[in-house]
């Protein structure tokens, strides 16, 4: 499948941009071709989507630990303590990484000393207010006392508690979407959402030694605004097998739900978002409720 990289546009994109342009992209044996065209929305895989997030959970399913009764904490910030939410999250992050460090190495605790240095894994989410707090598993059934992290914490509160692998995966499967987050997280341009360290994850199993020619992906250089209203104008077109995305210039939804009543009646609708493309009329029709739209718009 071709996919929509937040550095550049696809040449379907490019070509798109104009309406009638990308219908053009298809191949000229459309209307003659027995095998339908459908299309459909893009589905990016990101933690933001609540599809596209299974996506990104693929990647590593295989290779999530037992954390069944591990140690499960959770860290959550007092707005007092901050001058705003962006602020909150800078300190917090790097002090995070502090608490464990000392773990790692021993604090002392009421005549003991408390060694936590086992692999663990941070998820990061926000309130509706718009702050964040932390998940953290470590993967091991030591004793930490509530008292001893909340000195170490003192940022807010904490919690510390056993966790389930039912609750691990309901945890990773959380989705915050993209008009929930706070506006200060829009503008940034990537935002660690998942992090693990050595050991955390499985293995992966090794894999033969090859030479790639392919140029290396290039890093995000949009805004995660920019980038949520990209994968929200890309839609998918299957045929024969095969798949590619098409730009349009407007959210692809809000043209889907002027058109899906019609596709159903004319029994083009396939079911979980998927239209069969007229193949005399190609994406004319799309084209034109895109236009139609932006007029009202402007």
Not at 13 to 39: D, M, W
Not at 134 to 163: M, N, S
Not at 192 to 221: D, M, N
Not at 260 to 265: M, P
């Amino acid at each position: 499948m071709t996919t929509h990289h937040a550095n550049g546009e696809t040449r379907e994109e490019r070509e798109s941009q104009g309406g009638g342009g990308g219908v053009q992209n298809l191949p000229a044996k459309a209307a003659n071709c027995s095998h339908e065209y459908t299309i459909k929305e893009f589905v990016p895989a990101s933690w933001f989507h609540p599809v596209g997030i299974f996506k990104v959970l693929a990647r590593f399913k295989d290779r999530l630990p037992d954390v069944g009764g591990k140690l499960f904490l959770t860290f959550t910030l007092d707005p007092k303590n901050y001058a705003d939410e962006e602020t909150a999250f800078e300190d917090s992050r790097n002090w995070l990484r502090k608490i464990f460090f000392q773990l790692r190495h021993g604090v002392e605790h009421e005549g003991k000393t408390y060694v936590i240095d086992a692999p663990y894994c941070i998820k990061v989410e926000f309130h509706e207010s718009g702050w964040v707090h932390y998940h953290a598993i470590f993967l091991t059934r030591r004793f930490l006392p509530k008292e001893l992290l909340a000195e170490l914490w003192d940022r807010g509160w904490v919690k510390v508690q056993r966790i389930s692998n039912d609750d691990f995966h309901y945890l990773l499967k959380y989705v915050t979407k993209p008009d929930e987050l706070p506006a200060w997280v829009l503008t940034r341009k990537r935002l660690r959402v998942f992090q693990t360290t050595k050991g955390f994850l499985k293995p992966l199993p090794p894999k033969p030694q090859t030479i790639s020619l392919k140029e290396p992906r290039k890093r995000a250089s949009h805004t995660m605004a920019k980038r949520f209203l990209l994968w929200a104008c890309l839609a998918v077109i299957r045929h024969n097998g095969k798949a590619r995305t098409f730009k349009f210039r407007m959210p692809y939804r809000e043209i889907f739900d002027q058109l899906v009543l019609s596709a159903a009646l004319a029994g083009r609708y396939k079911g979980s978002g998927e239209i069969i493309i007229n193949r005399e009329e190609v994406l004319n029709p799309w084209i034109q409720m895109q236009n139609q739209l932006l007029k009202l718009k402007s």
